[in-house]
């Protein structure tokens, strides 16, 4: 009998390098299995039988016997695809009787959403004497002192922000653009 399955248009496992993958190895009827892992996987066998080994064994390769459960915990360190390969063995040890192939695609971070770089905003001069300005134009701004009272709200369309007729201390300006708010601190002097 064969079992061989080559699952090439279904991934089995896909995940994140350095994400921690905890597997389940099983044996049952009267096959025994040696599983195969690709040394990238980081394979280390942690538990038999439900209980903690006395020490985790890092291998590549993890034989079952009927009745025998094993954990294995994965680390991928790097990107790549492979497989994890199964060989059915029947309890003679002879050749293997059938093999099956686990894909294993570990890339980049999986399940999160690639996040958008920040735009980079600058102010100067800092300190200032009558006027800052920062590195981008077109947007709402709110000027508080450092005790947390509003001083001013108002829009800028050219970058510019008087502060002339502040008195001369530390202030906190929180700007709006496209939605994104940053804070400043500046000093007028």
């Given at each position: 009998?064969?079992?061989?399955?080559?699952?090439?248009?279904?991934?089995?496992?896909?995940?994140?390098?350095?994400?921690?993958?905890?597997?389940?190895?099983?044996?049952?009827?009267?096959?025994?299995?040696?599983?195969?892992?690709?040394?990238?996987?980081?394979?280390?066998?942690i538990s038999s039988?439900?209980?903690?080994?006395?020490?985790?064994?890092?291998?590549?390769?993890?034989?079952?016997?009927?009745?025998?459960?094993?954990?294995?915990?994965?680390?991928?360190?790097?990107e790549f695809i492979?497989?994890?390969?199964?060989?059915?063995?029947?309890?003679?040890?002879?050749?293997?009787?059938?093999?099956?192939?686990?894909?294993?695609?570990?890339?980049?971070?999986?399940?999160?959403?690639?996040?958008?770089?920040?735009?980079?905003?600058?102010?100067?001069?800092?300190?200032?004497?009558?006027?800052?300005?920062?590195?981008?134009?077109?947007?709402?701004?709110?000027?508080?002192?450092?005790?947390?009272?509003?001083?001013?709200?108002?829009?800028?369309?050219?970058?510019?922000?008087?502060?002339?007729?502040?008195?001369?201390?530390?202030?906190?300006?929180?700007?709006?653009?496209?939605?994104?708010?940053?804070?400043?601190?500046?000093?007028?002097?």
């Amino acid at each position: 009998m064969d079992y061989q399955q080559e699952e090439q248009g279904d991934v089995n496992i896909h995940e994140a390098r350095d994400t921690k993958i905890l597997l389940r190895m099983a044996s049952i009827g009267n096959f025994t299995n040696k599983y195969t892992f690709p040394a990238a996987l980081n394979a280390t066998i942690i538990s038999s039988d439900g209980r903690p080994l006395p020490e985790a064994i890092v291998s590549d390769t993890l034989w079952t016997f009927p009745g025998e459960r094993y954990q294995v915990l994965c680390n991928p360190i790097t990107e790549f695809i492979d497989s994890i390969k199964v060989d059915y063995h029947h309890l003679g040890m002879g050749p293997a009787r059938g093999t099956q192939y686990i894909n294993v695609v570990v890339d980049g971070v999986y399940g999160i959403d690639p996040i958008e770089p920040i735009e980079q905003i600058d102010l100067y001069p800092n300190p200032s004497t009558e006027n800052i300005q920062f590195t981008v134009s077109n947007f709402d701004y709110s000027i508080f002192s450092i005790s947390g009272e509003l001083i001013r709200e108002a829009y800028s369309n050219d970058g510019y922000v008087g502060t002339s007729e502040l008195p001369n201390s530390v202030y906190l300006i929180r700007i709006k653009t496209n939605e994104t708010f940053r804070t400043f601190y500046f000093i007028k002097e």
